[in-house]
C-alpha cells in the first residue's frame, strides 16, 4: 500500500522559505508523476508544481521563479523548497502520485497525502 506523508509546513513572515517534504512509502510498481497542490479556505484545491515522468518540472504562473520541485536520488521523497513567500501563498499543501498517467494540475492523482499547513504573515 502506498502512502505519501508530508511535512515541513510551518508559519513564516512573508519573503521567508520553507521546505516542504513529502515522504513515500509502499511499492510504486513505475516512475510516478509527483504534484505538489495547494487549497485554501474556501478555495478549489489548485496544482503549484508537478515532475512529469521523464522528471521534467512545471509550474504554475503564480509560484514560478520562487517554488523549486525535486526529488531525491531513491525516489523515495519529493520536495517543495519555496522561497519569497508570500501571504497569498498561505494554504495546506499536499502531494500527490500516480503512476497511471500524469493528471497534470488536475486533482485526479490516485495517491495523496494528509497535508501540511504553511502560513505566511504579512
Known amino acids: 500500500q502506498v502512502q505519501l506523508v508530508e511535512s515541513g509546513g510551518g508559519s513564516v513572515e512573508a519573503g521567508g522559505s520553507l521546505r516542504l517534504s513529502c515522504k513515500i512509502s509502499?511499492?510504486?510498481?513505475?516512475?510516478?508523476?509527483m504534484a505538489w497542490f495547494r487549497q485554501s479556505p474556501g478555495k478549489e484545491r489548485e496544482g503549484v508544481a508537478l515532475l512529469d515522468f521523464d522528471g521534467t518540472s512545471k509550474y504554475v504562473d503564480a509560484v514560478k521563479d520562487r517554488f523549486t520541485i525535486s526529488r531525491d536520488n531513491g525516489e523515495k521523497t519529493l520536495y517543495l523548497q519555496m522561497n519569497s513567500l508570500k501571504p497569498e501563498d498561505t494554504a495546506t499543501y499536499f502531494c500527490?502520485?500516480?503512476?497511471?498517467?500524469?493528471?497534470?494540475?488536475?486533482?485526479?492523482?490516485?495517491?495523496w497525502g494528509q497535508g501540511t499547513q504553511v502560513t505566511v504573515s504579512s
Open positions: 500527490a502520485a500516480d503512476s497511471r498517467y500524469c493528471p497534470m494540475w488536475d486533482p485526479g492523482y490516485h495517491y
Open positions: 509502499g511499492t510504486l510498481y513505475s516512475r510516478p508523476c
